[in-house]
């Protein structure tokens, strides 16, 4: 690897630079502690900040990461910062990139099956927090010394709450050959939808060899990914055959789901669900009952006044362990008119309406856990909250487990609707901070 020399918050040593972007280098470091080797990505503040693109990148880049720790994802293990510089320090994959292997030739199906496999089980992990890819195909998919792959570049990637008013993302982008036609045709497109047709023909290039949608004129080959002309190869097995072809299906809403690849034959052969990183809390005791009279619960909330709500919500590269919360909190929290109690109360009635078991917990907070098993667990929602002023009460819901979706689901058709008649107004509203500011 060479003499290495810089050594950079007196915590790693840099290495040679593995690769460079339009605004950040990558380098191999070596931490000093363990002799790990990791990637570090270095940006410079200035050209960030004067640039409103490449800022919107980075934030997304680091929001999603921090939400997907999976096996067969890329690990951002921490972020430091300097006055000048930020620094994401990376998991250090050794195999290189997919797209190399393939330039050697097609795969065999076996092999074939055990990336699609892993690919599979990471975007399934992703969708179930709420994150979009976006640009899936083997340049960005790397392979570890033990031949595992590993999902990176979350530049491009999208939160579920991104989503336009229609529940469709309308930013097309990713690599041509594997959008989906949906994306092409501009009229909105689901996006664990798109990221399905991408996999779809990365599973084809496995197997193949080369892309299924190939032309030397970029508008004809768009028009064979919308029209989803494309012919499977003879060797393909007759299993492989039916997978692809129900990949590869133009129209969305007919094409295959994840949880159907999950039980296709084939798919399964040999598979083994991969654990995530996530530490999901445990839930035996989260149900501690706390009388109104007990001195443990609190009898009227925190105090904050609107200048203090405004910046803790703030956005800055100078707090990178709160970068997101505005995004994360977005239609999450909302100002009422009501007393703390008053609140309180009315949402833990809606969470009994709804079927959720609701505790009060010390400091002024609640507990929604559902009855049903969702696809990570039981959801179970936390509520917060702040008083402002005598009669304006500041309430914050946040995810303490289960799945990204069926929480949304949860915020978005069960308590925002039923909670209409108390709330002023929720973040994400022009007036929200506007009626803040004036208190």
């Not at 689901?190 to 496995?206: Q, T």
């Amino acid at each position: 690897m060479g003499e290495m020399k810089k050594i950079l918050l007196e915590k790693y040593e840099l290495g040679k630079v593995l690769g460079k972007g339009a605004f950040a280098k990558v380098y191999l470091a070596r931490h000093l502690a363990t002799n790990e080797f990791v990637a570090i990505k270095v940006i410079k503040k200035d050209e960030v900040i004067t640039n409103q693109k490449m800022m919107e990148q980075i934030k997304r880049e680091i929001a999603v990461m921090r939400l997907v720790r999976h096996p067969n994802i890329v690990d951002l293990k921490e972020i430091m910062a300097t006055k000048t510089k930020i620094f994401l320090v990376m998991e250090y994959v050794r195999g290189g990139a997919l797209f190399d292997k393939l330039a050697r030739g097609r795969l065999s199906e076996g092999a074939a099956r055990r990336y699609f496999q892993q690919l599979v089980s990471a975007v399934d992990f992703c969708h179930s927090r709420g994150v979009i890819h976006r640009d899936l195909k083997p340049e960005n998919l790397l392979v570890d010394e033990n031949g595992d792959l590993k999902i990176s570049d979350f530049g491009l990637s999208a939160l579920y709450e991104h989503q336009c008013k229609d529940g469709l993302f309308h930013t097309q982008c990713g690599t041509p050959a594997y959008i989906a036609p949906e994306v092409l045709r501009q009229k909105g497109y689901e996006g664990a939808k798109a990221d399905i047709w991408s996999c779809g023909v990365i599973l084809f290039v496995l197997l193949a060899g080369y892309l299924p949608f190939q032309d030397s004129n970029l508008s004809a080959m768009c028009r064979k990914i919308v029209r989803g002309e494309y012919e499977i190869p003879q060797w393909f097995s007759a299993e492989s055959k039916r997978l692809v072809s129900r990949l590869l299906i133009p129209n969305p809403s007919k094409r295959i789901s994840i949880p159907g690849i999950m039980r296709v034959t084939w798919f399964k052969k040999g598979f083994k669900r991969a654990t995530s990183f996530s530490n999901m809390q445990e839930e035996e005791s989260i149900f501690e009952e706390f009388d109104e009279e007990d001195e443990k619960f609190k009898k009227s909330p925190a105090l904050l006044n609107a200048f203090q709500i405004i910046s803790s919500m703030s956005i800055g590269f100078d707090g990178l362990s709160s970068m997101f919360e505005d995004q994360k909190k977005a239609g999450s929290t909302f100002t009422s008119r009501c007393s703390a109690k008053v609140t309180l109360g009315k949402i833990e009635m809606v969470g009994k309406k709804i079927g959720y078991k609701v505790a009060r917990l010390k400091d002024f907070k609640l507990r929604l856990v559902g009855s049903t098993e969702g696809r990570k667990g039981r959801l179970s929602v936390t509520a917060e909250f702040f008083k402002v002023a005598p009669e304006v009460t500041v309430v914050e819901f946040s995810k303490s487990s289960g799945d990204t979706l069926e929480y949304i689901k949860f915020r978005e058709e069960d308590i925002r609707p039923a909670l209409k008649d108390i709330v002023w107004t929720w973040k994400g509203d022009s007036e929200f901070h506007q009626e803040l500011s004036k208190l």
